[in-house]
Nanobody, 115 residues
């Protein structure tokens, strides 16, 4: 069992920055893949960024060059650093882990970007 708790969301003006954190429970921090997804109002959930056990990182085209995913094994935390935020980035952001085919999701954190 893995429990994920996101934090760091909030209201920010366009062009600003925000860092999301996802703290994972348990004594182990070893996953096949970890990532961030988001769900804008009235839209489907979409991948934002992911990182595999081997270190491969993927970003959605809409966030490339602006968002950075990283992990801290000591703190068992996944981060999403977001800069140059746009109103289109407004969404509920979810942390996700994949361990041996078992998927876990956080409860989500709201990010709102105003002009």
């Amino acid at each position: 069992q893995v429990q994920l708790v996101e934090s760091g969301g909030g209201l920010v003006q366009a062009g600003g920055s925000l860092r999301l954190s996802c703290a994972a429970s348990g004594s182990l921090f070893s996953f096949n893949a970890m990532g961030w997804y988001r769900q804008p109002p009235g839209k489907q959930r979409e991948l934002v960024a992911s990182i595999t056990r081997g270190g491969w990182i993927n970003y959605s085209d809409s966030v490339k060059g602006r968002f950075t995913i990283s992990t801290d094994t000591a703190k068992k935390t996944i981060y999403l650093q977001m800069i140059s935020l746009k109103p289109e980035d407004t969404a509920v952001y979810y942390c996700q882990t994949d361990r041996g085919g078992v998927i876990n999701w956080g409860q989500g954190t709201q990010v709102t970007v105003s002009s």
